[in-house]
């Protein structure tokens, strides 16, 4: 028996949480701290919440950048627990004046649990529970295996595309002494590209239109979006200090898989996607909301998510080169 599908969990925020879908991301923004958190299926008491938090820095000229996040992802109240800790190691090659290409490696651990005491069917019948033991065999409650991934990304200052490949050595990740199944996590493969083109020649207001295809096992999905960004002018005054730059954000996305059909004819649509967020100075923060398009009860497909990003910047002006995915 072969029993392949997504074990990895998904973000509708994917330029918030660069590492995770590709670390040759590592070191595009220089020193950069993110937190991302996601509630699917927010309305039903089983539903998946995922966090990640992610650290890394570029050390510019020398081409080197240095990076790594920890995740967590609970798949409902009673279930599994995993925790995903990377490092990741980059090189930026300088192609042109504006042109780069980056390389990058990832090695981490991850940690999956057993948690609360787990039933199974076998030890119910009509009038309920009628064995505390049962007949699955447990190699153990928590296990531990590693994970390696890499990835390329090219861009200049309006243009990106990248390609990832994560969970390269197919780990094993069997909870159960069974050996028919297999139990290795599937390769998890990422695609993306986009641009961001200026508007009224001003790099602070401009539409980037973006897709990201990725596919695991059986499971495979493409996002489609377009993305706003423009500034919002104010002012006001505090100890005689004026302060006036506040960029916004405003997106939407469409995410499905239009080439093929589940069971029984059923259209691959999986949900539309609004996002919002403001950036200040070193500030950012977005939210965003899945809109589930397929299945009979809608709100079982909704997921909300929302992510705080800080950079550091310098004093300096910014190189002419930077990375342009849709963010702050």
């Known amino acids: ?24 991301s590592v070191g595009t923004a220089g020193t950069r701290f993110a937190m991302t958190s996601r509630a699917q299926w927010a309305e039903v008491s089983s539903g998946m919440n995922t966090t990640l938090v992610s650290l890394d820095h570029s050390f510019g000229k020398s081409g080197s950048n240095v990076g790594g996040f920890i995740l967590r992802d609970q798949q409902g109240k009673v279930g599994v627990v995993a925790y995903h800790v990377a490092m990741q190691y980059g090189y930026a090659i300088k192609l042109s004046k504006t042109w780069r290409l980056r390389t990058a490696m990832e090695a981490g651990v991850i940690n999956k649990r057993l948690e609360n005491n787990l039933k199974f069917v076998d030890q119910f019948d009509n009038s309920g529970l009628i064995n505390p033991n049962n007949s699955e065999k447990l190699i153990s409650e928590s296990i531990f295996y590693p994970s390696v991934g890499a990835g390329l990304l090219l861009h200049n200052e309006v243009f990106w595309a990248g390609v990832s490949v994560n969970h390269l050595n197919r780990p094993e990740q069997s909870f159960f002494a069974q050996d028919q199944l297999n139990t290795r996590v599937a390769t998890r493969a990422t695609i993306y590209a986009g641009a961001r083109i200026p508007l009224f020649h001003d790099i602070n207001s401009s539409l980037s239109p973006t897709f990201l295809y990725k596919e695991q096992g059986s499971f495979k999905q493409m996002d489609l979006g377009v993305y706003a960004h423009f500034p919002i002018s104010y002012a006001f005054r505090y100890k005689h200090k004026a302060a006036s730059n506040v960029q916004g954000i405003a997106g939407v996305v469409y995410r499905g898989w239009v080439f093929e059909k589940y069971a029984h004819d059923l259209p691959n649509n999986d949900a539309i996607v609004l996002m919002a967020g403001l950036g200040f100075n070193n500030w950012g923060i977005s939210y965003s909301f899945d809109a589930g398009i397929n299945g009979k009860d809608m709100r079982l497909n909704n997921a909300h998510e929302i992510s705080v990003i800080y950079t550091w910047k310098k004093a300096r002006k910014r190189k002419k080169t930077f990375f342009p995915c849709p963010s702050f």
């Open 1 to 24: 028996m072969i029993a392949q599908a997504q074990t990895d969990p998904q973000f509708s925020q994917f330029y918030n949480v660069p590492l995770y879908h590709n670390p040759a």
